[in-house]
């Protein structure tokens, strides 16, 4: 089965009446539980990106303080990529570079302050590193400006 492009997709939808429309995303929330989300996201907070990113911190601020410290690292890690992906699925709702720029780095300011002996496992010491690389990709993308202002924040997070 041949799958139309986006541009054709985007035509035909401009054709459809809006009852039709409304349909047509119902139908899409009730398929994947990742396009209800989505549609979530663009309907409710999608116009305030500064309140959807503080609440993407609460909810990872949860899941950190849920972590056991004292249970073994396998789980740790295993928890810790879980909250990852979530972040990850965030900032692709984002798609802004600033903002899950920003994002990341909270991710791994908790990750240091959580009291988790990451330095212990090599896994997750290579989960940290990988996160300061994506941090320092997103910087390439972002102004100027902001990038200076980033800049110490993310020396911080280096010096682990």
Known sequence: MKTSSVSELKKELQ????????GLCTAL??????NKEYLDYLLYSAHSK???VRE???????HFSSINKE???YYIKKTLRKIL???????KYLSDKASALEL???YCSLLKHSGIPFRKSQLILNLYEQELKKIHSLLGGIHEDLRADYTEEIEKLMAY
């Open 15 to 22: 054709q459809l009446p809006v009852e039709d429309l409304v």
């Open 29 to 34: 929330a009730k398929y994947k539980k990742d």
């Open 50 to 52: 500064p309140s959807f």
């Open 56 to 62: 993407v911190k609460a909810e990872m601020e949860v």
């Open 71 to 73: 249970a073994n690292l």
């Open 85 to 91: 992906r979530l972040l990850n699925k965030y900032c």
């Open 104 to 106: 990341h780095m909270y």
